[in-house]
């Protein structure tokens, strides 16, 4: 699998692409007035305990209070022992308002929410992830060999030696690397630590005492376990930056670096633009002549198959089924293209045959096993869809690059010329028999004024014969076609 980055820098924006094959599979974008929060961590004050939903709001110094729940909450066991909250502990107990407590956000403000925050503290570098409150060591699940699990594991507890302050987890990108890179991770992890104690003494309530590398470093950082092939970079200050911290973290990136000075938008070689708007839409074409419908709620995202203008060679289910396979590789790059989280459900075309179904799920698996996010995919229900979850962090790309139409208010669809011309008749009549006037003016769209003089005429006359009142029209280029004023005179 052949991993190229693309990173677009302007001063107020970085975006970076991760292209598959010459094909586009995830962008992350960072603009400098509103950068991600997660994995920064806050020395925040307590604004608000609720007993009925085991929460608490926190004050971060943001617009919005955080979102703080009992069992993101490390609770103090013994002098040396501390574990996750359970269900049976009493949020009042925990905490109280106006205390303040150390917390670090695990998901970016999303739509109307405020920031998810935990007090268990975790600090990732590339090979290791340090959680200050917890005494034991750990190994990356997706190492598999018991020898290498034990191998990683000694290292940690030999460099760590009789200091008992922090546990570690051991990241996917450690399998098969040397003693030396993992202790210096340790140490410089060791280090960093150190630093944020002395800057949460000194800071006050609301305060961040550690912010999240930029978006570059981090994204080098977290997918650290992938092969990449190429980094190409086009602003020469960033590239200089990333330069030095490969040196430090990941030397063997180094030859992989390039700066990219060309004249022509390095997003425009490869058509990553084009790609985003694509993103951006609910329909996507797919290769045989079917489609997917994507549609983002507040609640869950829904996918619906279609088989379009593909017919098939054979018979209807086997063009069934490979509209569904090649649906199912479809729907993994747009969950990762346009970042969706949350509850996923997936309506694929109804299959007949039980073989063809578990195929079509094994499909799914296989493709989504190249997702960073962690996800988990249920089996097909009765109805035919299938059920899934996927972690997001941070907002989806419609979030970070749309806002709702103002138009429509987000709906997707407006009044037609017709229903809103009954909405006027209604208004005259509503007007004429309310208030006395000599005549009445109503003020809209040129869409709806010329309905209403050309197909409604005769209801107009109508109307106008029975109020007894002259009815005049003006057009006005500014409204939209819902919106319409009727003017006593």
């Not at 760590?160 to 992890?189: C, K, N």
């Amino acid at each position: 699998m052949s991993v190229e980055l693309l990173v677009n820098v302007t001063p107020r924006e970085t975006r970076v692409a991760m292209v598959e094959n010459g094909v586009l599979q995830e962008v992350f974008i960072e603009r400098a007035r509103r950068r991600g929060l997660v994995g920064n961590i806050y020395k925040g004050v307590v604004s608000r305990v609720l007993p009925g939903m085991q929460a608490a709001f926190v004050d971060i110094g943001l617009e919005r209070a955080a979102f703080l729940h009992a069992s993101d909450i490390a609770v103090s066991v013994d002098d040396e022992k501390i574990e996750q909250a359970g269900n049976g502990d009493d949020i009042t107990r925990l905490l109280h308002e106006g205390e303040k407590v150390l917390v670090q956000v695990i998901k970016d403000p999303l739509g109307t929410k405020g920031a998810r925050l935990t007090t268990h503290i975790t600090i990732p570098s590339r090979y290791l992830v340090f959680m200050p409150e917890v005494d034991n060591v750990g190994v990356s699940q997706r190492i598999e060999g018991e020898a290498e699990r034990q191998r990683l594991r000694d290292i940690v507890l030999r460099a760590r030696g009789g200091d008992s302050s922090g546990g570690y987890i051991l990241r996917t990108a450690a399998e098969g690397v040397g003693e030396e890179a993992i202790v210096s991770d340790l140490h410089f992890l060791s280090r960093l630590w150190e630093s944020i104690k002395e800057r949460i003494e000194a800071a006050g309530p609301g305060e961040v005492v550690h912010e999240d590398l930029p978006l570059v470093l981090r994204v080098l950082r977290d997918i650290a376990d992938i092969e990449v092939e190429k980094m190409r970079i086009d602003s020469r200050e960033t590239f200089q930056r990333v330069e030095k911290f490969v040196a430090q973290f990941t030397p063997e990136l180094s030859d992989k670096l390039e700066y990219y000075p060309g004249e022509r938008p390095i997003f425009d070689i490869y058509g990553i633009d084009d790609e985003i708007q694509k993103a951006l839409g609910r329909k996507v074409q797919l290769k045989s002549g079917g489609y997917l419908i994507i549609d983002q709620t507040e609640a869950m995202t829904t996918i619906d198959v279609n088989t379009g203008a593909y017919v098939g060679h054979r018979n209807l289910e086997e063009t069934i089924f490979k509209t569904n396979l090649e649906a199912a590789q479809a729907i993994v790059r747009q969950l990762r293209l346009r970042n969706l989280g949350g509850i996923i459900i997936v309506d694929f075309i109804d299959m007949q045959q039980e073989e063809h179904k578990r195929q079509v799920l094994r499909a799914l698996e296989k493709h989504i096993e190249r997702d960073h996010a962690n996800c988990h995919i249920s089996e097909i229900s009765s109805l035919g869809l299938v059920q899934m979850t996927r972690k997001r962090t941070r907002e989806s790309l419609e979030h970070v690059l749309c806002e709702a139409c103002p138009t429509c208010g987000g709906r997707g669809s407006i009044k037609t010329a017709e229903t809103v011309c009954y909405e006027i008749f209604r208004e005259i009549m509503r007007e004429a028999r309310q208030f006395e006037a000599g005549q009445l003016l109503v003020l809209a769209s040129q869409e709806v004024v010329d309905l209403l003089l050309d197909e409604e005429s005769t209801s107009l006359a109508e109307l106008e014969a029975f109020i007894d009142k002259p009815i005049k029209f003006q057009v006005e280029a500014l409204y939209t076609q819902e919106q319409f004023d009727v003017v006593l005179m």
